[in-house]
Every structure is written in C-alpha cells, then in structure tokens.
C-alpha cells in the first residue's frame, strides 16, 4: 500500500498493542485435549496449518517493514507476541513483570561537517583536502589518525588459513591500506566471534599493534553503493550493542575512513604500485606483498560522531511446570524475530527501479521460527495438566546482526542458566524443494517431508535418542544431518541463537529447512510458505519439547564439541 497509508496502519497497530507490556496473562481458555488416539502428543492437534499461516501472514507483513533491530516493526511484533502470550496464560518473563526483557544498543552517526582528510606529500607539499562524502566516506567510529602509510593487502591474520597480511611490517604509528571485503577463499562465518586468538582484521590489528587507523580501498560493489553507505552511516546511524549489554569485552578501536578511487590516486601517485594496478587487484581478489609508501607521504584524517541509545528487547515467556520439583528446570524453545529491514536502510533490493520490492518481510527467516514459537507457547499454556518441567519461550531480537538477542540472554539470563536442560532453536522450517526445482540456490533446500537437525548428536547421546524415538513414534519426519559435519564451510552451527546456549554447556537442537533462493531477499514472503510442512515439522519439535519436560532425568552432556566448533 502506498506509504502514508501504511504509515496509519502501524500507527493503529501500534496504539492497539502498547499496553502489551503490561497487560496480565488471562486465564487458560478451554483446555486442550488431554491426550489422542495413536500417539499424539497432548495438544499437538491444535498446532494447525491455518493457525500458523494467520500468524505468519500479520508477522512478515509489509506494516512490519522488514523487522530489523532495532525498529517500529520489531517493536510492534513484540508487542503483538505479548499480547497473544498473555491471553494464552504463558507467564511474562523478562523484566519487571512484562514480557520484554530490555537490550541496550546505541547508534552512531558521522557528523559531516566536522569529519575531514589531507594529505601532505613532503616537508614542502601543497596540502590536498578532501570532502567527506565525495572524495572519502567514514566509518561511525571518532577519532584523529595521522602518519605515514603502508599497504596491507586485504589486511587480515587468520591462522587457521596460513594468513598473514602483515609479515615483516611494522605498522606501529602508521595509517593502514587496506583492501575491504575478504581475502580470497574467506568468508563472513570464518570470522564469526571477538577477535583474538584465531583471527585479525586490518582494523582489529591497527588497535591491538600501535597503528593510528585504517583507510579502505573500495570494491566495485562498495562504489556502486556509494550513496547509500553515506547516508547510511551519516544519516540513518549504524547500531551496536552497548558493551554493558554485550557478553564480550569492548574491542580497541581505530577511526576508518574508505577513499574514493580519486583519493587513491593521490595516496598512490609516485609508489611503487599505481592506484590504477591496486584498484584492479581489489577487484580481481589478488592483493599484492604488503609495502611502506613513501615515508614523506602523510594523511591526516579526523572522524567525528554522535551517539543515541535506543532499546530494543527479547521477548520471554514461560509456561509454568507441574511438578512441584521439575517445574523449576526449563525447557527453552527459541527463535529470532528480527530480520534485515527495508532496503535503502544498509541492505539492498536485487531489482532496482520503480515499483520494486523494497521490503525485507522475512517469511521463512524467521517469521517461521517465530510463529511456530508462538503456536507451541499457546498450545502448552492451555494443557491440563501442564507438563512437568517448565518451558521457556524466547523470541530473540538482532540475531541478523550477529546473534545479540541470545547473546544477551544467556549473559543476562531470566531463570537461572544451569536450570535449563536444553534449548530448541527453530530458524527457518517454512520452506520446500519441488522435486522439478533444479536451481543451484535451492540445492539443499530440504523436502517436503524433511528438516535438518543440528547439534542434536554434538553434545548429548541422550537427547539425541530421546529426538528420534519422539519423531520415529510420531510423525517421522525426515531427518537430515548433513550439517552436524564439523567441516562444513556453511559453519551453519555458528550462525543462529542456539551457538550461545551451547557456548554455556547447555544441550541444543536446531531445526533448519535449508538455505534458498529467497534468503535475506525481498522474495521471502508468506506465499512461499509450505504450512503443510510448517505444521509438521513444529508438531515435532512441540512433542520434542513435551518429552524433555516430563523425562524422568535431564540430557547429560557427555560429548565435546569439536574444535572446529569452538571459539575463544
């Protein structure tokens, strides 16, 4: 709809949902059966396609605008998940009696007209100025850098590729220049995690090594995004978690700058490589040995910023247990509600142009995780009698921006952590392969019939038995470990809110549908969702759920995880 129009629906539909926060859970409405003919689990029936997909079709909604943390929309789901969890009967868990539980981020911006750079060639050189935002852009990081330069290459260590931008360099009091982007052969997920022991990037080696900052040499990609990455970074802000919300410790800093190819030509006139040949390796992935320039060679560059606090939340609810000794252990079942926003917000549309679709809804990652979650909390609130030990649902926010939701929560925990047995993560369940479907991107798309499970056999033999003799006596669901291999260059373990529950010891399942053409596109909308399936799969992990709760004994964790599946 056009945007003022929708504009006036999240304004209604954030009205009707303020009060969420404080609204009282309501009493259980009609109980649910309590058990079936043939093996189903109590409650499972009520898990229905046509619930999940009424659900669903509100989360991943344009009105949403792409549920990116933090925003409007994330805020207005939340609420809308309060809402829900309160009349099922699920108890509010986060703080003060409400369902959010509360993570500080802060976003910073560049302030324009107070960010500059020169450069000096020799002790007699005319200065030569340059304008932010046309010659330069600058990262949301204040700072002065002033030295001589030297050519890193694509400026990283990471040791378990054998490399090594910075051999027989020393960088100490200079300004770094780098290529952006990865070294050939690395990607994202080989660098998930603080830096340190396993890997450094230009910028974390400049802090950690006494050199004064960084200037990027840009890709291709980066100048046609040119426009948007400064209205980004100097407009909209970029966002952090506050490091009093975030488990790891603060990394030194160093101010950024990237420069314009025109810049490039000024920093590199005279060296022992051209702007023109270093351009074209940052384009071809071929970085050249790292070199000092010319030590009469200096940049000066100053980067001022403002910075806001703006909050954002989980969401956590609990489904209070029977036993007067189990209810005081939890079964967790999460999954994130963020996604990646609108594009022109940091992201981008593949089809550019008028009329595009600019809004990242979301359907499959995760409004499927999220909806199925919502589902199960509701189902088990209205079971008479309640299973034995509790469960506890957690909606996690900024897993997109790496994990931060989970990340806080198991740092800042609202039951205590060793009281929770284990932990179902359900990222992306929506989603089917047609058996005609030969496209690259969706090769391992899972079928309709089939899910991946990760983790369930890293940790624990007995959850890993207690999974499958649940799904062999239910739905016997297809399932598929094709991820549990520590060598999998996906390094999926990493990539959702389960990996900081496991960081803590405690046991996980993730169940997954796989990868696809539409993920983190405009593409991933509601229609594309096979409920069927989505039905199936969240009545496994429901009847999982329930298992674990009434088990006589916990999951032990008798197994280590792989090295390669650890960080420092």
Do not use: C
């Not at 700058?257 to 940052?282: G, H, N, V, W, Y």
């Amino acid at each position: 709809m056009p945007g003022r129009a929708r504009g006036i629906v999240i304004g209604l539909t954030a009205a009707v949902l303020m009060t969420a926060a404080t609204v009282a859970p309501m009493g259980a409405a009609g109980g649910a059966a309590a058990g079936a003919a043939g093996g189903v689990p109590r409650g499972a029936a009520e898990i229905t396609a046509s619930e999940l997909k009424n659900y669903l079709t509100f989360i991943s909604s344009d009105d949403m605008e792409g549920r990116d943390t933090p925003s409007r929309g994330l805020d207005i789901t939340a609420r809308f998940l309060a809402v829900q969890l309160a009349r099922a009967g699920a108890e509010p868990a986060g703080d003060n009696g409400t369902y959010f539980q509360r993570i500080g981020l802060t976003k910073r911006k560049v302030e324009a007209d107070k960010t500059s750079a020169v450069l000096t060639k020799g002790a007699d050189g005319k200065p030569r100025s340059f304008e932010y935002g046309h010659d330069f852009l600058a990262a949301a990081v204040s700072g002065v850098a002033e030295g001589s330069l030297v050519y890193v290459g694509h400026g990283y260590v990471i040791k378990e590729k054998n490399l090594d931008a910075y051999k027989g360099i020393d960088v100490k009091g200079k300004i770094l220049v780098a290529h952006s982007g990865y070294p050939p052969g690395v990607s994202r997920n080989d660098v998930r995690g603080a830096s340190g022991e396993r890997w450094e990037s230009a910028v974390t080696y400049a802090a950690k090594n006494g050199a004064k900052g960084v200037i990027y040499i840009p890709s291709f990609d980066s100048l046609t995004r040119w426009d948007r990455n400064r209205n980004e970074t100097s407009e909209e802000g970029t966002t952090r978690m506050d490091s009093s919300s975030s488990s790891r410790p603060k990394e030194p800093e160093v101010p950024s700058i990237t420069a314009s190819t025109e810049m490039l030509a000024e920093i590199f006139q005279d060296e022992k490589m051209s702007a023109r040949e270093i351009f074209r390796r940052a384009q071809t992935n071929e970085p050249a040995d790292a070199f000092a320039l010319s030590a009469s060679k200096q940049v000066k560059f100053s980067v001022e910023t403002t910075s806001t606090a703006v909050p954002t939340q989980n969401v956590v609810a609990i489904v209070r247990g029977s036993d007067p000794k189990l209810k005081d252990e939890y079964v967790a079942i999460g999954a994130h509600y963020d996604h990646v926003g609108v594009a022109g917000r940091g992201r981008s549309a593949e089809s550019g142009g008028a009329g595009a679709d600019l809004i990242f809804n979301g359907a499959d990652d995760d409004g499927s995780g999220t909806t199925a979650l919502l589902v199960m909390a509701e189902t088990a609130a209205r079971l008479k009698p309640r299973p034995k030990r509790s469960l506890l649902f957690v909606w996690h926010a900024g897993e997109e921006h790496g994990l931060w939701g989970s990340a806080y929560y198991t740092q800042h925990p609202t039951v205590p952590l060793d009281h929770i047995v284990a932990q179902l993560n359900v990222d992306m369940i929506g989603r089917s392969r047609a058996a005609n479907d030969t496209k690259p991107e969706n090769k391992l798309l899972t079928g309709p019939n089939e899910v991946y499970v990760i983790g369930s056999k890293m940790m624990s033999s007995s959850l890993a038995e207690l999974s499958e003799r649940v799904n062999d006596g239910y739905l016997k669901v297809s399932f598929n470990y094709h991820y549990d291999d520590p060598n999998d260059s996906t390094r999926l373990f990493f990539r959702s809110d389960h990996y900081n529950y496991a960081k803590k010891g405690i046991p996980i399942i993730f169940y997954f549908s796989g990868l696809h053409e539409d993920y983190h596109e405009p593409s991933d909308s509601v229609e594309k969702i096979d409920f069927t399936k989505m039905e199936r799969i969240t009545r496994t992990i429901y009847a999982t759920a329930l298992a674990l709760s009434d088990a006589p004994s916990r999951p032990k964790v008798d197994r280590t995880l792989p090295t390669q599946l650890t960080e420092p």
